[in-house]
C-alpha cells in the first residue's frame, strides 16, 4: 500500500509540470501558484480535523517554518517562471539534479567531504543537464541564453535550501508541519495575487484550464504531499526517495501528447547521463544526509 501511495505522489508531480504548461498561456507564475494554494490547503485542513492532528509541537520553530514558507514560495516562483521558456519534459530531467545540489550545499555548510565517486557522478551529471540545454547541439553557444532551463536548475538549488531547512523543523508529525508552512506560504502569495488580479479572472479561464489548476491544487499539492508524508512515516528516507526516480516518467509519457512535446535522442541521452550521475552522487551519501535531516 505504502508503495502505491509513492508512485501516485510521484506520477502526480510528474504531471503537473504538464499542467503548469497550460496554465501559462492564461496565467502568470504567481497566478498559477497562488490558485495552487486555496484547494490544496482546504483538503490538507480537512485531512487534519479528521486525523486529529495537533500543531502544539509547533511551538518555538514558527521562524524555521516562516523561513520554510519563503524558501518554498521562491522556489515555485522561479520554477515556473522557468517554465515559460523551456518544456515540461526538460523540467522534470533537470528537477532530477536536485540530490547533487543537496551534496553540494552539503559540502559548503557542513563541511561534507566529496567522495571521487561522487565528483564523478556530479560531473556526469552536469554534462546531461547541458546536453538537455543544448538540445544536443552541444557545439553551439546559443545554450547558454536557455534561460528557462537555467531557472529551472536554480529551482532545483532552492529545493535543496527547503529540504535542510525543513528538516530543521521536528517531524514527528509530518503532514502537520507541511500543513504549516504550506499555510504560511499561502498568506504571502495568495492576497497579493488576489489583490492584483482579482478572482474574477479565474472565473473567466476555460474549464480545462480550471480543471488543471484543480490539478495541481488538489492532487499534486494536496494529496502528493498527503500520500509522502504518510509514506515517511511507514519507510525510511531513502527508501521513499528513490521513488523519486519515477518522477520525469510520468511527465515524459504525458507530455507528448497533451503538450504536442517531442521525445528526441538529445532528451534520452541528458536524461540518462543526469539519472546515472545523480545516483552514483546520491547512493553513497544518501543515508547520512537522512539520518541527519530526516530524524
Given at each position: 500500500?505504502?508503495?502505491?501511495?509513492?508512485?501516485?505522489?510521484?506520477?502526480?508531480?510528474?504531471?503537473?509540470?504538464?499542467?503548469?504548461?497550460?496554465?501559462?498561456?492564461?496565467?502568470?507564475?504567481?497566478?498559477?501558484?497562488?490558485?495552487?494554494?486555496?484547494?490544496?490547503?482546504?483538503?490538507?485542513?480537512?485531512?487534519?480535523?479528521?486525523?486529529r492532528l495537533s500543531f502544539r509541537f509547533m511551538a518555538g520553530q514558527w521562524k524555521i517554518a516562516l523561513a520554510c514558507a519563503v524558501v518554498l514560495v521562491a522556489h515555485l516562483l522561479i520554477q515556473v517562471e522557468g517554465m515559460k521558456t523551456t518544456t515540461a519534459?526538460?523540467?522534470?530531467?533537470?528537477?532530477?539534479t536536485i540530490p547533487v545540489f543537496i551534496v553540494v550545499l552539503s559540502y559548503v555548510f557542513l563541511r561534507e567531504r566529496i567522495s571521487t565517486r561522487q565528483g564523478l557522478g556530479m560531473s556526469l551529471a552536469a554534462f546531461g543537464v547541458v546536453v538537455l540545454v543544448?538540445?544536443?547541439?552541444?557545439?553551439?553557444?546559443?545554450?547558454?541564453?536557455?534561460?528557462?532551463?537555467?531557472?529551472?536548475?536554480?529551482?532545483?538549488?532552492?529545493?535543496?535550501?527547503?529540504?535542510?531547512?525543513?528538516?530543521?523543523?521536528?517531524?514527528?508529525?509530518?503532514?502537520?508541519?507541511?500543513?504549516?508552512?504550506?499555510?504560511?506560504?499561502?498568506?504571502?502569495?495568495?492576497?497579493?495575487?488576489?489583490?492584483?488580479?482579482?478572482?474574477?479572472?479565474?472565473?473567466?479561464?476555460?474549464?480545462?484550464?480550471?480543471?488543471?489548476?484543480?490539478?495541481?491544487?488538489?492532487?499534486?499539492?494536496?494529496?502528493?504531499?498527503?500520500?509522502?508524508?504518510?509514506?515517511?512515516?511507514?519507510?525510511?528516507?531513502?527508501?521513499?526517495?528513490?521513488?523519486?526516480?519515477?518522477?520525469?516518467?510520468?511527465?515524459?509519457?504525458?507530455?507528448?501528447?497533451?503538450?504536442?512535446?517531442?521525445?528526441?535522442?538529445?532528451?534520452?541521452?541528458?536524461?540518462?547521463?543526469?539519472?546515472?550521475?545523480?545516483?552514483?552522487?546520491?547512493?553513497?551519501?544518501?543515508?547520512?544526509?537522512?539520518?541527519?535531516?530526516?530524524?
Amino acid at each position: 500500500m505504502t508503495s502505491l501511495l509513492l508512485i501516485a505522489a510521484v506520477a502526480m508531480w510528474g504531471m503537473s509540470f504538464v499542467a503548469t504548461k497550460l496554465c501559462l498561456e492564461y496565467l502568470s507564475p504567481a497566478e498559477i501558484i497562488a490558485a495552487r494554494f486555496v484547494p490544496a490547503l482546504a483538503l490538507l485542513f480537512i485531512v487534519a480535523w479528521r486525523k486529529r492532528l495537533s500543531f502544539r509541537f509547533m511551538a518555538g520553530q514558527w521562524k524555521i517554518a516562516l523561513a520554510c514558507a519563503v524558501v518554498l514560495v521562491a522556489h515555485l516562483l522561479i520554477q515556473v517562471e522557468g517554465m515559460k521558456t523551456t518544456t515540461a519534459t526538460n523540467t522534470a530531467w533537470l528537477i532530477t539534479t536536485i540530490p547533487v545540489f543537496i551534496v553540494v550545499l552539503s559540502y559548503v555548510f557542513l563541511r561534507e567531504r566529496i567522495s571521487t565517486r561522487q565528483g564523478l557522478g556530479m560531473s556526469l551529471a552536469a554534462f546531461g543537464v547541458v546536453v538537455l540545454v543544448s538540445r544536443g547541439n552541444l557545439r553551439s553557444i546559443e545554450f547558454i541564453k536557455s534561460y528557462g532551463d537555467w531557472l529551472v536548475l536554480v529551482s532545483c538549488v532552492t529545493w535543496a535550501i527547503y529540504t535542510i531547512l525543513s528538516k530543521r523543523v521536528t517531524a514527528s508529525q509530518s503532514l502537520a508541519v507541511t500543513i504549516a508552512i504550506l499555510a504560511l506560504a499561502a498568506v504571502m502569495i495568495v492576497p497579493p495575487v488576489l489583490i492584483s488580479s482579482g478572482v474574477t479572472k479565474y472565473f473567466a479561464l476555460p474549464a480545462k484550464i480550471i480543471f488543471a489548476l484543480l490539478f495541481l491544487g488538489i492532487f499534486c499539492l494536496g494529496l502528493a504531499y498527503w500520500f509522502w508524508t504518510e509514506a515517511l512515516q511507514r519507510k525510511t528516507a531513502g527508501q521513499v526517495g528513490a521513488y523519486l526516480y519515477l518522477e520525469p516518467l510520468s511527465t515524459t509519457l504525458v507530455a507528448p501528447f497533451v503538450l504536442r512535446e517531442s521525445i528526441t535522442p538529445s532528451l534520452v541521452g541528458g536524461a540518462i547521463l543526469v539519472i546515472i550521475g545523480v545516483w552514483l552522487v546520491e547512493h553513497r551519501l544518501s543515508s547520512r544526509l537522512c539520518r541527519r535531516f530526516m530524524s
